[in-house]
């Protein structure tokens, strides 16, 4: 028994209903290490971390802490062992100081200019860089998750555990997380890291734990593995990585959009002056940090965004063409123009959570028909076909889509999104939160429209998925079109270096 | 000791009934050691009095069942509301402008239309007027964002002012400050009463209501977009439907049923208005809504549960010399067991002792 690591799992069980999330998971963490928790989607790894954190509490199994068997029944709890969880959805108050934050919830007087002392003592440490007294809704995404790591060491944890933290991240945003992570290992706290991102793991970690199907599969030393190793332990077969890019056939411009700009309600310039062609038959993928305008540009065109000027001119088969520019959703369909559109807050957006398969199939096809009654059964057979080809794991197709895993909901939705044959298909951060297999079809079934001629615009955050799969690649920043590289010849760095550069200056 | 609280997935409705079974069980348990306690009386014989209150007689069971049918009918106006989160708490106010409206067109035009005309006005003016009631927290909400729940309940007290000025213009004999039994000789607008019976025409309407509101929210396309509204705005405009016309459409409706219950309250129940008519029903159908979740069949119980409990109080507040606050007492004790069984159909609650983990496969 390894009674000097900072944690272990003895035997750890949970289950939700009839899922079992993790079962009997014996493995362990140890002291000053940085630990990656690799996994596909739905294989419990968040379960076990929130377990560890004190927000689940274990249907069978021991914790040990130091040696010692804790009971850690609540997020206080887990405090009192020095455990600090940083959650993918930041928990944090927009209207309050970093440092309120960081001290609100714990006992005694309030004294910020104490606290703002020692937030500073933890920031020279580690390498932080936060003002204590700057209200979280002026932060930046990256400075958020830094409030919330120091909110955690704050509090003392000496056990970390970070959830997807470079989800939101930029390259180089990623880069400082790490260098500080580096120092905190150095310090001799123990890091968990639950992430997807295959570099990131050899980047960052000692040792790499697996789990799979929410059982602990084993764990390698990270310098003495490579990726296609972890793969095949994370998903149990060999998964080739090279994704499919099938030549351009037939290719017409498909949408033309010209002068485009947006102003949000504030005031903000989030798009200006934008230029460029979809091609039937092609990918377009635009890169571009979190906020550069990829939202508002997709949305522009769906007709869920007003814009200040400028056009989206739809081009037909024959050549007839037609402006989508104040239209909306409903408006464009009635034109005959299918558009399909997954958005990035798929069940925010694209789908309604507390419903079911069926319901959801019905979100764009319930008008049909002159009945006042919806017609079910036609949606319903849709449900069964997209469950069927897409090899959505669900219960059936009454179940409502939240109770689903990530990777499934974005099959529900893709699938529903394909089933009319759009002629121009966009996709925002289809494959975000997604395991390898569930990415590979999604890729799959993107080329498939590909090849049938449609429209693809496709958003992604991943350089090296847009590079082998883009034909060509629009990169944004600051709202305006830095470059249109070729995808098959575009180097990483080239896009990188244009994703920072507005316009394309230097 | 240590209380694990987990959510329960799949939840079985032998599980889910057998909750709210034992809910009521215990709910009537302690209701009797409260009424041992308070009053000293027999908890088993004040029992006996409710049920005797309510269907002691086959006049007081017709009674009850049109009190169920007028709650009914208002709690089926507001569910299409609730359901696309639109809180109208409104019900009141469109209810008495649906009566004041019914009262109007008797008082104003007996003896200068034929009855049966006169009815026909009444229901289309009391529909109308409900309906106006509510379009105009709803207009405001769909252009301006307004909140609603303030709107709604506004209107409430502009209703009631309305129905108390119009009191005192419509007042017989003068100065008494009461309207009476309208038209009591010529019976011009009062509804006919079906089968003989003058309970039946209410509780006939609340049957048809609640079927078709069934209908209307589980298969109809307007149904779909009033769920689709209340649980994502965002994906409703993702998928064009407008939101601003779905939300002045569901209180429409919502508003013109309110304005209808108003119209049996005035046409066929009291043939008098006053302001306090409606008795609270529109507040309290909010909670009949709420009870059933939104379902209208589930309503026809919840209502019912609420009705009885009312009718039952009054009975042993006569019959054992208690006042209505005893019965108050009783119906909130047993309320609140039904609304916290809800957290243990959703929630199992285990419990583990501290340092002695369950040892479980």
Same mark, same amino acid.
């Given at each position: 028994?390894?009674?000097?690591?900072?944690?272990?799992?003895?035997?750890?069980?949970?289950?939700?209903?009839?899922?079992?999330?993790?079962?009997?998971?014996?493995?362990?963490?140890?002291?000053?290490?940085?630990?990656?928790?690799?996994?596909?989607?739905?294989?419990?790894?968040?379960?076990?971390?929130?377990?560890?954190?004190?927000?689940?509490?274990?249907?069978?199994?021991?914790?040990?802490?130091?040696?010692?068997?804790?009971?850690?029944?609540?997020?206080?709890?887990?405090?009192?062992?020095?455990?600090?969880?940083?959650?993918?959805?930041?928990?944090?108050?927009?209207?309050?100081?970093?440092?309120?934050?960081?001290?609100?919830?714990?006992?005694?007087?309030?004294?910020?200019?104490?606290?703002?002392?020692?937030?500073?003592?933890?920031?020279?440490?580690?390498?932080?860089?936060?003002?204590?007294?700057?209200?979280?809704?002026?932060?930046?995404?990256?400075?958020?998750?830094?409030?919330?790591?120091?909110?955690?060491?704050?509090?003392?944890?000496?056990?970390?555990?970070?959830?997807?933290?470079?989800?939101?991240?930029?390259?180089?945003?990623?880069?400082?997380?790490?260098?500080?992570?580096?120092?905190?290992?150095?310090?001799?706290?123990?890091?968990?890291?639950?992430?997807?991102?295959?570099?990131?793991?050899?980047?960052?970690?000692?040792?790499?734990?697996?789990?799979?199907?929410?059982?602990?599969?084993?764990?390698?030393?990270?310098?003495?593995?490579?990726?296609?190793?972890?793969?095949?332990?994370?998903?149990?077969?060999?998964?080739?990585?090279?994704?499919?890019?099938?030549?351009?056939?037939?290719?017409?411009?498909?949408?033309?959009?010209?002068?485009?700009?947006?102003?949000?309600?504030?005031?903000?310039?989030?798009?200006?002056?934008?230029?460029?062609?979809?091609?039937?038959?092609?990918?377009?993928?635009?890169?571009?940090?979190?906020?550069?305008?990829?939202?508002?540009?997709?949305?522009?065109?769906?007709?869920?965004?007003?814009?200040?000027?400028?056009?989206?001119?739809?081009?037909?088969?024959?050549?007839?063409?037609?402006?989508? %520019?104040?239209?909306?959703?409903?408006?464009?369909? /009635?034109? &005959?123009?299918?558009?399909? !559109? *997954?958005? @990035? #807050?798929?069940?925010?957006?694209?789908?309604?959570?507390?419903?079911?398969?069926?319901?959801?199939?019905?979100?764009?096809?319930?008008?049909?028909?002159?009945?006042?009654?919806?017609?079910?059964?036609?949606?319903?057979?849709?449900?069964?076909?997209?469950?069927?080809?897409?090899?959505?794991?669900?219960?059936?197709?009454?179940?409502?889509?939240?109770?689903?895993?990530?990777?499934?909901?974005?099959?529900?939705?893709?699938?529903?999104?394909?089933?009319?044959?759009?002629?121009?298909?966009?996709?925002?951060?289809?494959?975000?939160?997604?395991?390898?297999?569930?990415?590979?079809? %999604?890729?799959?079934?993107?080329?498939?429209?590909? /090849?049938? &001629?449609?429209?693809?615009? !496709? *958003?992604? @955050? #991943?350089?090296?998925?847009?590079?082998?799969?883009?034909?060509?690649?629009?990169?944004?920043?600051?709202?305006?079109?830095?470059?249109?590289?070729?995808?098959?010849?575009?180097?990483?760095?080239?896009?990188?270096?244009?994703?920072?550069?507005?316009?394309?200056?230097? | 000791?240590?209380?694990?609280?987990?959510?329960?997935?799949?939840?079985?409705?032998?599980?889910?009934?057998?909750?709210?079974?034992?809910?009521?069980?215990?709910?009537?348990?302690?209701?009797?050691?409260?009424?041992?306690?308070?009053?000293?009386?027999?908890?088993?014989?004040?029992?006996?009095?409710?049920?005797?209150?309510?269907?002691?007689?086959?006049?007081?069971?017709?009674?009850?069942?049109?009190?169920?049918?007028?709650?009914?009918?208002?709690?089926?106006?507001?569910?299409?509301?609730?359901?696309?989160?639109?809180?109208?708490?409104?019900?009141?106010?469109?209810?008495?402008?649906?009566?004041?409206?019914?009262?109007?067109?008797?008082?104003?035009?007996?003896?200068?239309?034929?009855?049966?005309?006169?009815?026909?006005?009444?229901?289309?003016?009391?529909?109308?007027?409900?309906?106006?009631?509510?379009?105009?927290?709803?207009?405001?909400?769909?252009?301006?964002?307004?909140?609603?729940?303030?709107?709604?309940?506004?209107?409430?007290?502009?209703?009631?002012?309305?129905?108390?000025?119009?009191?005192?213009?419509?007042?017989?004999?003068?100065?008494?400050?009461?309207?009476?039994?309208?038209?009591?000789?010529?019976?011009?607008?009062?509804?006919?009463?079906?089968?003989?019976?003058?309970?039946?025409?209410?509780?006939?309407?609340?049957?048809?209501?609640?079927?078709?509101?069934?209908?209307?929210?589980?298969?109809?396309?307007?149904?779909?977009?009033?769920?689709?509204?209340?649980?994502?705005?965002?994906?409703?405009?993702?998928?064009?439907?407008?939101?601003?016309?779905?939300?002045?459409?569901?209180?429409?409706?919502?508003?013109?049923?309110?304005?209808?219950?108003?119209?049996?309250?005035?046409?066929?129940?009291?043939?008098?208005?006053?302001?306090?008519?409606?008795?609270?029903?529109?507040?309290?159908?909010?909670?009949?809504?709420?009870?059933?979740?939104?379902?209208?069949?589930?309503?026809?119980?919840?209502?019912?549960?609420?009705?009885?409990?009312?009718?039952?109080?009054?009975?042993?507040?006569?019959?054992?010399?208690?006042?209505?606050?005893?019965?108050?007492?009783?119906?909130?004790?047993?309320?609140?067991?039904?609304?916290?069984?809800?957290?243990?159909?959703?929630?199992?609650?285990?419990?583990?002792?501290?340092?002695?983990?369950?040892?479980?496969?």
């Amino acid at each position: 028994m390894q009674q000097t690591a900072a944690v272990q799992f003895k035997n750890i069980t949970k289950t939700f209903g009839s899922v079992t999330a993790n079962r009997d998971v014996t493995m362990s963490v140890e002291k000053g290490e940085i630990l990656s928790l690799l996994g596909e989607n739905g294989s419990g790894k968040t379960t076990l971390m929130n377990m560890l954190s004190g927000i689940y509490y274990p249907d069978g199994g021991e914790i040990y802490i130091n040696g010692e068997k804790a009971n850690i029944a609540s997020p206080k709890d887990a405090f009192t062992y020095g455990i600090g969880m940083v959650h993918q959805h930041f928990k944090l108050i927009d209207v309050l100081t970093a440092a309120e934050n960081i001290v609100l919830g714990l006992k005694g007087k309030l004294n910020t200019k104490e606290a703002a002392e020692k937030i500073k003592e933890i920031c020279d440490k580690y390498g932080f860089d936060v003002d204590p007294n700057q209200k979280i809704y002026n932060m930046s995404v990256s400075q958020k998750q830094t409030v919330e790591i120091v909110k955690v060491l704050y509090r003392g944890a000496d056990i970390l555990i970070l959830d997807e933290p470079t989800a939101v991240l930029t390259p180089q945003e990623t880069e400082k997380l790490f260098a500080v992570l580096r120092n905190m290992k150095n310090d001799g706290k123990s890091i968990v890291i639950i992430t997807h991102k295959l570099h990131e793991v050899e980047a960052i970690s000692d040792r790499v734990a697996i789990l799979r199907k929410g059982e602990y599969v084993g764990s390698l030393i990270t310098s003495e593995s490579n990726a296609q190793e972890m793969t095949d332990m994370m998903v149990g077969h060999a998964v080739t990585l090279n994704i499919e890019r099938p030549d351009v056939v037939n290719s017409k411009p498909r949408l033309k959009i010209e002068n485009l700009s947006v102003v949000d309600a504030e005031g903000i310039n989030k798009l200006t002056d934008i230029n460029f062609t979809v091609n039937s038959g092609e990918i377009l993928g635009i890169a571009g940090i979190s906020g550069c305008g990829q939202k508002e540009l997709l949305e522009a065109i769906a007709g869920l965004q007003p814009t200040q000027s400028g056009t989206v001119v739809f081009i037909e088969d024959n050549g007839d063409e037609e402006n989508l %520019i104040g239209k909306d959703p409903l408006e464009i369909a /009635k034109l &005959g123009v299918t558009l399909s !559109f *997954v958005p @990035e #807050d798929r069940l925010g957006m694209g789908l309604v959570g507390s419903m079911d398969l069926t319901d959801n199939m019905m979100l764009r096809s319930f008008r049909s028909g002159k009945s006042i009654f919806a017609d079910r059964k036609s949606p319903k057979k849709l449900a069964e076909e997209v469950v069927d080809e897409l090899e959505v794991v669900t219960p059936s197709v009454d179940t409502e889509v939240r109770k689903l895993s990530g990777g499934n909901v974005q099959k529900v939705l893709v699938g529903r999104e394909i089933s009319n044959k759009p002629k121009v298909l966009m996709t925002a951060y289809a494959v975000r939160g997604l395991d390898i297999n569930s990415s590979y079809a %999604i890729y799959d079934l993107i080329n498939k429209q590909k /090849k049938e &001629g449609a429209a693809v615009i !496709f *958003v992604g @955050e #991943d350089l090296d998925v847009l590079l082998a799969l883009s034909d060509r690649i629009l990169v944004l920043c600051e709202g305006k079109v830095s470059g249109i590289v070729d995808g098959r010849t575009a180097e990483k760095n080239q896009v990188g270096l244009l994703m920072t550069k507005v316009g394309g200056e230097q | 000791m240590n209380f694990h609280i987990s959510k329960r997935a799949d939840v079985k409705w032998q599980v889910s009934w057998g909750v709210r079974a034992a809910a009521i069980v215990i709910a009537l348990l302690i209701c009797a050691v409260m009424t041992t306690i308070i009053t000293g009386d027999n908890p088993i014989e004040v029992y006996k009095a409710m049920i005797v209150g309510a269907f002691g007689s086959a006049r007081k069971s017709w009674v009850t069942l049109q009190n169920v049918a007028v709650l009914l009918l208002i709690s089926l106006a507001l569910t299409p509301a609730f359901k696309m989160k639109f809180w109208n708490i409104g019900g009141e106010g469109q209810v008495l402008i649906g009566g004041l409206a019914a009262a109007a067109c008797m008082i104003t035009l007996e003896g200068k239309l034929p009855s049966a005309a006169i009815m026909i006005l009444m229901v289309i003016t009391s529909v109308a007027a409900g309906a106006f009631w509510g379009f105009v927290p709803a207009i405001c909400k769909a252009k301006w964002n307004t909140n609603e729940t303030l709107s709604t309940l506004m209107m409430n007290y502009i209703a009631t002012q309305l129905v108390a000025y119009y009191v005192v213009v419509w007042e017989v004999p003068k100065g008494s400050g009461k309207i009476g039994i309208i038209n009591q000789n010529s019976h011009a607008g009062w509804l006919p009463e079906l089968f003989g019976s003058k309970y039946i025409l209410s509780i006939l309407i609340a049957v048809i209501a609640t079927v078709a509101m069934y209908i209307y929210l589980k298969s109809s396309k307007q149904g779909y977009e009033i769920s689709v509204v209340g649980e994502s705005e965002n994906t409703a405009k993702y998928v064009g439907i407008k939101v601003p016309k779905v939300i002045v459409r569901t209180m429409l409706i919502s508003g013109a049923i309110c304005g209808l219950a108003g119209l049996l309250l005035v046409g066929s129940i009291n043939h008098t208005i006053t302001t306090t008519i409606s008795n609270g029903q529109g507040f309290t159908a909010v909670m009949v809504s709420w009870l059933a979740k939104f379902n209208p069949i589930t309503m026809v119980f919840t209502s019912l549960l609420i009705v009885f409990m009312n009718r039952g109080a009054s009975e042993i507040s006569t019959a054992f010399g208690l006042n209505q606050s005893f019965a108050d007492i009783m119906t909130g004790i047993i309320l609140f067991f039904i609304i916290g069984c809800e957290f243990f159909i959703n929630y199992k609650v285990t419990v583990a002792k501290k340092n002695k983990v369950k040892e479980e496969a």
